[in-house]
């Protein structure tokens, strides 16, 4: 059964499917045909503006009633159009022709279908990206919190998922934060650069504009200016062939698909933890995972998107290797699905991802009975340090441990019992000068060395002052769809 929001959905362009259930209604909306139509729409009155302020013989009457009409679209007349026609853009024209009659003569005057497609996406990539950056400032926000509340507390370190020395909960939440500050620098330099393509005719040669105004070279830069601006941008593309260069998608989807990568990796360890059962991610009351796998979690379907996230960044790559001279057409289709999907996928990781960090749970009392599992194993230098200041022999001391670790790892090992190294070395007369010692040399705070200053020292000086101007997003709150 449809619902209301499924139906708001598909009068904007959406058809039902996971990425329209999951995604946001303003991701949504920024790659709908509503939003498309009605930016072709106010790209044809920014023409026919900068147009009558060069000179053409446009009056205001007819720019009144194009903008007048601009957001009321009779979708239901233009796809009849563009079955007769086969060109969506020229059916629009004709639609927008048909309820401005004064204006019809100049709608569209001198421009190609690349006027209005090119520069929509260029819009829908610019607002895609503000879209995306407070969210992942907030993602970022909440880790940060949790970086700082955890910046102490003792954990294992992990190498090959083997048990390292010791960090801290607070330090490994730098590691995935680190990542995605360069992701929001990444965003922000991607968004930044895109410009605008402007006025630049069927090759990118300008030669119906130069027509229009009768050779003014200087009305042509003008009208590509002014254009511009209208639309937001602060420069326009010099050189385009018939659509701007589609690296330019490339460089746009690179950065979703680091994100992505991020996210992976955040998600991954985050269920590697649940399973060491340190830390979880947030489970409402009435969740359900299955039968089979009550614990299924949110984490995992962040990872499965940004598999899918990653994957698309083949579709811009084929696309720009395969553009011939100035323009193949063969671009078209495969971007119309890659461009939406990749802003729609990480639209939703990141929603996904701040529920998941704005409830992590950390159980301090596992993470300890792990420590204490493995630290007997790391602290034996500490031990033998100890002995040699007390007068031992190193060497000596040094086989003694050896043997006492290998007979403790028999135990652990060969019996499923509990690491003992520590109960022999109490029992072993030859430790007695440092029995009053061992408590203090396995202390698991003096085995995590300057994690909690790198934390304060990080969260200071690289996130807090990159989060500044997002503070206005930071209240927002996410509803997963489950």
């Known amino acids: 059964m449809k619902t209301t929001d499924d139906e708001d959905r598909e009068e904007q362009g959406f058809k039902s499917g996971e990425l329209s259930s999951y995604a946001s209604e303003e991701m949504h909306y920024n790659f709908s045909d509503k939003k498309k139509f009605i930016t072709w729409r106010k790209l044809w009155i920014f023409l026919a503006k900068a147009e009558k302020a060069l000179g053409l013989p446009i009056t205001d009457a007819q720019i009144a009633e194009m903008e007048s009409h601009a957001e009321d679209i009779d979708f239901a007349m233009a796809a009849e159009e563009e079955r007769k026609l086969r060109h969506d853009v020229m059916a629009h024209v004709h639609t927008f022709a048909h309820c401005c009659p004064t204006a019809a003569p100049i709608i569209h005057l001198g421009a190609t279908s690349c006027y209005v497609g090119d520069n929509t996406d260029l819009i829908a990539l610019r607002d895609g990206f503000n879209i995306l950056l407070p969210k992942l400032a907030r993602v970022i926000d909440r880790l940060a919190n949790f970086a700082e509340e955890y910046a102490d507390l003792p954990t294992l370190g992990f190498t090959h998922f083997q048990p390292a020395q010791l960090t801290t909960v607070g330090k490994r939440a730098c590691l995935w934060l680190q990542d995605l500050v360069m992701d929001v620098r990444n965003l922000e330099r991607a968004r930044d650069d895109l410009r605008f393509r402007g006025v630049k005719g069927t090759t990118g040669t300008q030669a119906s504009f130069l027509q229009l105004f009768q050779g003014d070279h200087d009305k042509v830069e003008e009208l ?58 947030p489970f409402e009351k009435e969740q359900i995972g299955s039968s089979a796998m009550p614990y299924k979690m949110h984490a995992e379907r962040s990872c499965s998107l940004a598999r899918h996230l990653i994957a698309l960044m083949a579709d811009p790559l084929q696309t720009a290797s395969g553009q011939w001279l100035e323009r193949t057409l063969d671009d078209s289709a495969n971007r119309r699905i890659s461009l939406p999907e990749s802003f729609l996928t990480a639209d939703i990781i990141l929603s996904t991802l701040q529920n998941i960090t704005e409830g992590l749970v950390v159980y301090p009392k596992v993470i300890e009975r792990h420590i204490h599992h493995e630290l007997p194993f790391m602290a034996t230098e500490n031990n033998i340090m100890a002995i040699v200041k007390a007068g031992g022999n190193r060497q000596e001391c040094h086989e003694k441990i050896r043997v006492l670790s290998q007979e403790a790892a028999a135990v652990v090992k060969q019996e499923g019992g509990d690491n003992d190294l520590l109960v022999r070395i109490q029992r072993d007369p030859y430790f007695a000068p440092i029995l009053g010692q061992l408590d203090a040399l396995l202390d698991p705070k003096t085995f995590i060395g300057r994690a909690p200053q790198q934390v304060k020292t990080f969260l200071a000086e690289e996130v807090r002052p990159l989060l500044e101007p997002y503070k206005a997003n930071m209240d927002v709150k996410v509803e997963l769809v489950l």
């Open 224 to 281: 590509d200016k002014m254009v511009t601006e209208m639309a937001g941008f602060k420069k326009a593309y010099l050189v385009t062939g018939q659509t701007y260069s589609r690296k330019v998608d490339v460089d746009c989807l690179a950065t979703l698909t680091r994100l992505g990568a991020s996210v992976h990796k955040i998600c991954t360890d985050i269920c590697l933890l649940a399973n060491l059962k340190e830390i979880e991610e």
